[in-house]
């Protein structure tokens, strides 16, 4: 898998969870589902950049690129500093061979891997799969029942920003990297030519 697809991926695990008591759980079910309300999205396209701050250089790994949106189903596509995309489409995911073809290869993946990415990107998450808590005001917590992916982060937080077009994900990974994704919602439609790149090998 693309090593900075791999790395958003990846941001989507987390292994804090918070417990509390019945009332406190009843006002937190309460803001957890007005927060996955605003995360959301049926359609609509995205930019991003994402920092990766590894311990041993002074500056981040910087990409930037697109995200979108279309039916439960993303593209997520690196645009700098080297061109990928990918097509996560019902459990698969795809991979474009190469710029300027229409040739995807599937990718080998844990199912939950596309469950994950589906949360982050369109709002929709699967509960029962998840052990979901507030971090703090607009920020979400995930722990993934999933054993083998929890493995693989030791913390991770989902925040809205400003509003439900802007969002951050923060991620420290099992080696301590920091990994920073701030996503930025421009439209919530798609044109007809955008909507047909979901048509993977036709």
């Known amino acids: 898998m693309n090593k900075l ?6 941001m989507v695990l987390a292994v804090v969870f918070n417990a509390y008591g019945d009332d406190t759980a009843s006002a937190e079910n309460n803001e957890l589902t007005a927060i996955f309300g605003q995360l ?6 995205a930019s ?3 920092n990766k701050h590894f311990s041993f250089l002074s500056t981040p790994m910087r990409s930037s690129g697109t995200i979108k949106v ?18 996560i489409m019902g459990e698969q995911i795809w991979q474009l061979e190469q ?3 229409n040739n995807y290869l599937p990718v080998v993946s844990h199912s939950s891997i596309e469950n994950l990415v589906k949360a982050i990107f369109s709002g929709e ?11 703090e005001q607009q920020c979400l917590q995930f722990k993934p029942n999933d054993a083998i992916l929890a493995k693989a982060i ?3 937080e989902v925040c809205l920003l400003e509003d439900s077009q802007h969002r951050k994900v923060s991620l420290i990974d099992a ?3 920091l990994t920073e994704i701030i996503i930025h919602f421009t439209r919530n439609t798609l044109t007809d030519d955008e909507i047909s790149e979901f048509n993977v090998n036709s």
């Open 154 to 156: 030791s913390q991770l």
């Open 125 to 135: 998450v699967d509960q029962s799969q998840w052990q979901i808590a507030l971090a």
């Open 40 to 45: 959301k999205v049926e359609q609509g396209l």
């Open 48 to 50: 991003f950049t994402q």
């Open 5 to 10: 697809f791999y790395a958003s991926v990846l």
């Open 70 to 87: 279309h039916q439960g189903n993303i593209i997520w596509q690196v645009e700098s500093p080297v061109f990928s995309k990918q097509v």
């Open 99 to 101: 710029q300027g073809s």
């Open 175 to 177: 080696q301590n990297n």
